[in-house]
């Protein structure tokens, strides 16, 4: 058995369109000696899961979601859970939804 935190990622409301038409991820992110974050999953959709690599701007805006995209973890509002410094637990649901595309 694989060890690392499993989780869902689902991108909403035209953002599945970066990620090659797919809404539902289920990923194992790799053990690493300090917890996940949000912060650090960003980066790690970034980089393992965007398609194109060029309409990153889409998706990201610095450190964080571009404005525009409402992110829940477990149907919760991210920022009534420490948005960005969040830690991830096993086989949270974290959705990214844009509100650009009729979100």
């Not at 990622?9 to 990620?19: A, R, V």
């Not at 194109?52 to 409402?70: A, E, H, Q, S, Y």
């Not at 919760?76 to 410094?85: A, H, P, R």
Request: proline residues 3%; glycine residues 8%; negative net charge.
């Amino acid at each position: 058995m694989e060890k690392g935190l499993s989780i869902t990622t689902e991108f909403t409301s035209g953002l599945q369109i970066l990620f090659n038409n797919i809404k539902k991820h289920k990923v194992l992110l790799p053990e690493t000696e300090e917890p996940w974050t949000l912060g650090l999953l960003l980066f790690w959709i970034k980089d393992n899961l965007l398609v194109d690599k060029d309409k990153c701007d889409l998706f990201m805006k610095g450190n964080t979601v571009r404005p525009g995209i409402i992110v829940a973890i477990n149907d919760q509002d991210w920022e009534l859970l420490g948005d960005l410094k969040y830690k991830i637990k096993n086989n949270d649901n974290i959705t990214f939804i844009s509100t650009l595309h009729g979100g």
